[in-house]
T-cell receptor, first 116, second 112 residues
Framework: NAGVTQTPKFRVLKTGQSMTLLCAQD?????MYWYRQDPGMGLRLIHYSVGEGTTAKGEVPDGYNVSRLKKQNFLLGLESAAPSQTSVYFC???????????????FGAGSRLTVL | TQLLEQSPQFLSIQEGENLTVYCNSS?????LQWYRQEPGEGPVLLVTVVTGGEVKKLKRLTFQFGDARKDSSLHITAAQPGDTGLYLCAGARSSNTGKLIFGQGTTLQVKP
C-alpha cells in the first residue's frame, strides 16, 4: 500500500517555465489537497478537491492551477514559474465523511521545487 | 494572518528533559490535530482531539485541547533523541471538509 505518491521529488526551473506536479493516492480517498511549506510559515493550502472532477481554491492559489480528472490523481500546474514559488510542495488526501476522521490527512513525501 | 500561533518555534533540549509546545488561536476549531514531520518526509498524524478539555496520551506525549476549543498543547515527558523533528498543529474549522489551518511549526532538537 503506497499511500500518497508525489512525482517528481526534485525539480529546478527557470523563471517563466511551466511544469506539473503529479499526486497519486491508492486509498480511495475522496478529498485531495496541495499544500506548500515554507520556513517559518507552516503549510499553506493552495488548492483542494472534494471529488473527481472538482477543484477549489485554498489560501494561496495565485499562480497555480489544478485538475482532478481521475479520483486517484491530483495534478498541480505552474504555467509560468516565479522565484516566489520556490518551496516544498506536499500533496495530501483524506476520506469522505463527517467528524474528525474526515480531517485526517495522509501526506506524500513532498516535491522540492527551485525556481531560478 | 496566522490563525494558529505555535510557540516556541525552536526548542533545543537535553535528553531526559520535559517540554511543552503551545498552539493558540482566537478562533474555535471543530477538531485539532498534531503532526510530526521528519526531514525529507511529509507530516504524519500523531493525534486528533475533538472535545473541549480532552486529553490524550501517546506513550510519553500528552495532548490537550482547550475547554473553548481555541488552543492546544503538546507535552513530552523525558524527551529522547528520537523525538527530534518538526511538530505541527492543525485546526479544522468544520467537521467534514478536510481543510486544515496549520501553525508555523515547532522544531525540536533533543541532544543525547
Amino acid at each position: 500500500n503506497a499511500g500518497v505518491t508525489q512525482t517528481p521529488k526534485f525539480r529546478v526551473l527557470k523563471t517563466g517555465q511551466s511544469m506539473t506536479l503529479l499526486c497519486a493516492q491508492d486509498m480511495n480517498h475522496e478529498y485531495m489537497y496541495w499544500y506548500r511549506q515554507d520556513p517559518g510559515m507552516g503549510l499553506r493550502l493552495i488548492h483542494y478537491s472534494v471529488g473527481e472532477g472538482t477543484t477549489a481554491k485554498g489560501e494561496v492559489p495565485d499562480g497555480y492551477n489544478v485538475s482532478r480528472l481521475k479520483k486517484q490523481n491530483f495534478l498541480l500546474g505552474l504555467e509560468s514559474a516565479a522565484p516566489s514559488q520556490t518551496s516544498v510542495y506536499f500533496c495530501a488526501s483524506s476520506p469522505l465523511g463527517g467528524g474528525a476522521g474526515a480531517n485526517v490527512l495522509t501526506f506524500g513525501a513532498g516535491s522540492r521545487l527551485t525556481v531560478l | 494572518t496566522q490563525l494558529l500561533e505555535q510557540s516556541p518555534q525552536f526548542l533545543s533540549i537535553q535528553e531526559g528533559e520535559n517540554l511543552t509546545v503551545y498552539c493558540n488561536s482566537s478562533s474555535v476549531f471543530s477538531s485539532l490535530q498534531w503532526y510530526r514531520q521528519e526531514p525529507g518526509e511529509g507530516p504524519v498524524l500523531l493525534v486528533t482531539v475533538v472535545t473541549g478539555g480532552e486529553v490524550k496520551k501517546l506513550k510519553r506525549l500528552t495532548f490537550q485541547f482547550g475547554d473553548a476549543r481555541k488552543d492546544s498543547s503538546l507535552h513530552i515527558t523525558a524527551a529522547q533523541p528520537g523525538d527530534t523533528g518538526l511538530y505541527l498543529c492543525a485546526g479544522a474549522r468544520s467537521s467534514n471538509t478536510g481543510k486544515l489551518i496549520f501553525g508555523q511549526g515547532t522544531t525540536l532538537q533533543v541532544k543525547p
